[in-house]
């Protein structure tokens, strides 16, 4: 089954760090694009990151640049996200998103379950 | 940024009605390649999105063709011909014609 599989949110404090991971089986990972998504509690969705299939090309929402870290490990077919200096406003949600890429950037054709990160003293 | 303004933003329907959800981009959303990057989707109440429509007007597989969308340039909407009891949710559009990808605020689809 074409599926990604998000883990390690956990209650964090403010200023503290934390990595997610994403795996994914199913598909040949190295072909794809990938992204993190997040969504606060009752909020909409906001994007966070991309990262290329060879992984030398990254973009970041303005919100966590310089906070966040996107990574990818293509033998181990895993996404990783690195979070430091986390803040109230980083809790949320976290998916991970699979971006088709040319020609259909950006249309997520699968995504997560989710892994929820809480950033609270 | 490219700002994405959905409305209405609360969407009450009675079934067997039809629905209409407009989607509207602060820039075109025409790439260099000649695309329009807009995309939909749905998240059901305690899931996770899903794909519905992408590049403005494709129909995923799998999805009823009471859904459809349309539009062009900096305008878009999705319509629901008869809305089922199936399809509340909230309904997000995005742009994926640069970064960073940015969704509208999310359209919450209710039976009344």
């Known amino acids: 089954e074409v599926q990604v599989v998000e883990s390690g949110g956990i209650l964090v404090q403010p200023g503290g760090s934390l990595t997610l991971s994403c795996v994914a089986p199913?598909?040949?990972?190295?072909?794809?694009?990938m992204n993190w998504v997040r969504q606060a509690p009752g909020k909409g969705l906001e994007w966070v990151a991309i990262?290329?299939?060879?992984?030398?090309?990254?973009h970041y929402v303005d919100s966590v640049k310089g906070r966040f870290t996107i990574s990818r490990d293509n033998a181990e077919n895993s996404l990783i996200l690195q979070m430091s200096s986390l803040r109230a406003d980083d809790t949320a949600v976290y998916f991970c998103?699979?971006?088709?890429?040319?020609?259909?950037?950006?249309?997520?054709?699968?995504w997560g379950q989710g892994t929820m990160v809480t950033v609270s003293s | 940024d490219v700002v994405m303004t959905q409305s209405p933003l609360s969407l009450p329907v009675t079934l067997g009605q039809p629905a209409s959800i407009s989607c509207r981009s602060s820039?075109?959303?025409?790439?260099?390649?000649?695309?329009?990057?807009l995309h939909w989707f749905q998240q059901r109440p305690g899931q996770s999105p899903r794909r519905l429509i992408y590049k403005v007007s494709n129909r995923d597989s799998g999805v009823p063709d009471r859904f459809s969308g349309s539009g062009s340039g900096t305008d878009f909407t999705l319509k629901i011909s008869r809305v089922e009891a199936e399809d509340i949710g909230v309904y997000y559009c995005m742009q994926g014609t640069q970064w960073p990808y940015t969704f509208g605020q999310g359209t919450k689809l209710e039976i009344k």
């Open positions: 998103a699979r971006d088709p890429g040319k020609p259909n950037w950006g249309a997520f054709d699968i």
């Open positions: 820039q075109s959303l025409v790439f260099r390649d000649g695309n329009t990057y």
């Open positions: 199913g598909f040949i990972f190295k072909n794809y694009w």
């Open positions: 990262i290329k299939e060879d992984g030398r090309e990254k």
